[in-house]
């Protein structure tokens, strides 16, 4: 057996199906003590790991499921020798939200100096980095760093954009823009 927890996150990996459906079990009814409940969309029996693959192709299944734990979606794999490797790939929808953040924040930082602005962007770039930089993860953290380049590419050109017109607050400041 093997468990990784992390707060109220929990990860339990089981040799045989069996032992698995016996310990979901006894969670369940111990929980169930402290009026405390499984989350049913969170909580699922899958077939993980070394074998998965093989055995899942011989009952004429797809590939094995993958889960989410956090902020990674886990997945079986392959490494290049065909051997079993773990794969972990940043979740899509969090990596959504947090450039979402900081296309935002950007927008707000827009009139600062730029190396301040820069500055920033690197702690915050470091930092997700930092998180999420693990093995087999390398074209997630690339995509992340190409949409960052061109959050503030955008950015810098709006400001640009903002100076040739004069610093423009409003859309009708603009000469020649109807009128509201």
């Not at 899942?56 to 990674?72: H, M, Q, V, W, Y």
């Not at 969090?94 to 950007?106: C, Q």
């Not at 903002?162 to 610093?167: D, F, R, S, Y």
Request: hydrophobic share 40%.
């Amino acid at each position: 057996m093997v468990i990784v927890r992390y707060a109220d996150d929990v990860v339990v990996g089981f040799q045989h199906e069996a032992d698995a459906r016996r310990f979901w079990d006894a969670m369940r009814k111990r929980l169930e003590e402290f009026s405390l409940s499984l989350h049913p969309d969170k909580t699922r029996l899958i077939e993980f790991g070394r074998h998965a693959a093989d055995r899942r192709s011989r009952r004429g299944l797809g590939k094995p499921e993958t889960f989410n734990f956090l902020g990674f979606v886990f997945i079986c794999g392959r490494s290049r020798k065909g051997k079993f490797q773990l794969k972990r790939k940043t979740r899509r929808d969090r990596m959504r939200v947090k450039l979402t953040e900081i296309k935002e924040e950007l927008r707000r930082r827009m009139h600062q100096p730029i190396p301040e602005q820069g500055r920033w962007l690197a702690q915050v770039v470091s930092g997700f980095f930092a998180y999420h930089a693990v093995p087999t993860n390398s074209s997630a953290l690339c995509a992340f760093h190409h949409h960052i380049k061109r959050l503030w590419l955008c950015t810098l050109r709006r400001l640009e954009l903002a100076k040739q017109l004069g610093n423009v607050s409003q859309v009708s400041d603009v000469p020649g823009a109807p009128e509201h």
